[in-house]
């Protein structure tokens, strides 16, 4: 409704244009209405010239001929919009709507009557329209004659679909039959004109007339306000437009240039009003103060204005004429600021100009002033004028959008500094010196670790700080020794120490303990895999849990942790593989810089898919798959959807690890399992939410069950189905296995021993006094 309310209304007003242009002047005219836009070509008698209109153009010419002081012009018009108003809100026939509406147009053009043509129907006739018919009195149509040359004025614009006026209907022989129409009146001039769609199809004939003696009275001097009037208003809007082009242009070509932004603006604020100076002043709502940093002063080059950006100055909000149109968002129009009490005069101290008169506009965006510009010292004027108002009114918009990308702008570049500094901070504190990386170099293992090092249950805990040693060994044991650069691996390795945090259990221990399982499976699997992804998967490994802390990927999707808007599934895991590539990109860590580019991608590639599969919600499906490939015998290591299934049960198998360690090692692991596991509980408690059990300290008692549910459900299958890819690993099943049947012991006497038991609640471990475990992975 609001489409064709526009649709209507902008053809009453330029068919009211065109007859007051068109009429008692040499000219031709031509008026297309274009569905909501309208194409004005007029050749006037001395130079022609084409006008281009749009919708938003109407409302110029509503303004203009408002203005004028023709009392009935302005009743008609306020006729025509309260008519339109009405009429389109309430429905209705859309002939009868647009019959009604020419009556209007008639009375605006003070033509002595009209005729509206519609087509018949096989769109090869006329139709005259009548708004009571003879039936029931509703509306009719009337048939008029066919569309062709050589009879009515209407057929002749429907053949030819171009406005034509004529002077003297009865005189011209080209149209033998005059409008068609015996009415009794003789019918003197016409103006007549093709209504058409978007696509020019022929929708209606609108034929305005004038009977023989008509006066015209003071037609030529009111056709000569009314156009002077419109191309005043014209070239203010192709000013409008030729600004918006420019800006757009600026803003799109080089969008760090704000303040070259602001220049435009003000350079056409002063143009639209003809102003002295201008000054946009932005909001400050926190310290409720108005600041600027670019200043008109006062000259020009090239016959441009010169704006210069200077230190900042701030006022108070409560202070002068911009501040109270700051609090109030309300319009000022002052012709004396300094007979204003409310006029500011720090700002005239501070630049020494002096302020005669001022047009202060606020600049609001989504309901909230976050601006003001001031217009001060008319040109040309004693002080500013309503249509001065009007006009700032207008621009006040694009006004708004310039300053809502110049604040969007400057918060993007604060927040880049802010994490340039905090990236450089964080590189300080994560990257290894280069003490570090030396005296591993330096580092030798004792030789008893070299036979237990190939056994699936070392304990790497009595060597901490050997770890990072052992891992180079695994490494170079693995690859050969020529696999990667010594400086750069051993750069590499302790940076990837310094990077993990000091929780309870995923941590640099057990970033070792898991990329030694996996060396152990490598070692008993040779031939399998190639040098490349052994690379990778060692590298995952010790990189798998990168920067955890100590929370699950439920519970940071849970609170809308910024990681978990980062990364939807995998939450963590990913995060751990970003880490990983973020520490390859630092200067001197990049162990794959002898591969060639598609080696590198797809050793990272190895990379992604093995820690990403350590997010346990994925092992489930994927071990499925593995069993039934097994089970039918389809499985082909070719295969590259096979071979990512195999590793994908490797790095669970791997994570998985400390369930196949001796009884020493495994009794301190629960400890840090469940200081973790709590410790996400009481977070959830302090904000009212109920943990699930395995992580509710109330809740210790239900921990002998949960582990062997863990050990029915996930670890047994998982190193079941690697025995059987792998026959070698299955020392890994044999180890699970002693640990699920001492859990199962354990739940059976659990009530009897429960005495044995002492509940370390400050620090969240679990102490056994008997010689059995608690334990979960």
Known sequence: MDCLKQYLWALCMFMLLCYLMLNSIDINGELSLLCGRINLSTSFSGPSKNVQL???HVYVFLSCVQQYQDTNMQSVVYELNSYMEHRLDTGGDNKLLLYELCNIIKTATKADGFALYFLGECNNSLCLFTPTGAKEGLPGLIPSGPITFGTTIAAHVAKTRKTLLVEDIMGDERFPHGTGQDSGIRVHSVLCLPILTAIGDLIA????????GRERKCWYFFLFIFRSQVCRGLAKQTELNDFLLDVSKTYFDNIVAIDSLLEHIMIYAKNLVNADRCALFQVDHNNKELYSDLFDIGEENEGKPVFRKTKEIRFSIEKGIAGQVARTGEVLNIPDAYADPRFNRE???????????????PIVSRGTVIGVVQMVNK?????????DENNFKMFAVFCALALHCANMYHRIRHSECIYRVTMEKLSYHSICTSEEWKTLTQLSLPSAIYKEIELFHFDIAPFEELWPAIFVYMVYNSCGKTSFEQEKLCRFTMSVRKNYRRVPYHNWKHAVTVAHCMYAILQKTTGIFTELERKGLLIACLCHD??????????????DHPLAALYSTSTMEQHHFSQTVSILQLEGHNIFSNLTSSEYEQVLEIIRKAIIATDLALYFGNRKQLAELLATGALDLNNRAHRDRVIGLMMTACD???VTKLWSVTRLTANDIYAEFWAEGDEMKKIGMQPIPMMDRDKKDEVPQGQVGFYNAVAIPCYTTLSELFPPSSPLLTACSLVQNSSNRYLHTFDRMSTYFKINVPSGYVTLQANELLYIS
Do not use: P, W
């Not at 609108?206 to 009977?211: A, F, I, Q, T, Y």
């Not at 700002?347 to 002096?354: A, F, P």
């Open 546 to 559: 990168l920067d955890h802390r100590g929370y699950s990927n439920s519970y940071l999707q849970k609170f």
């Open 205 to 212: 004939i609108l034929e305005l007339h004038r009977h023989l």
């Open 347 to 361: 700002v005239d101290l501070y630049t020494g100009y002096t302020t005669r008169n001022i047009l202060c506009m």
């Open 54 to 56: 749009s919708c938003m």
């Open 656 to 658: 998985l690890c400390s």
């Open 379 to 387: 040109l040309g004027g004693s002080a500013f004028t309503k249509t």
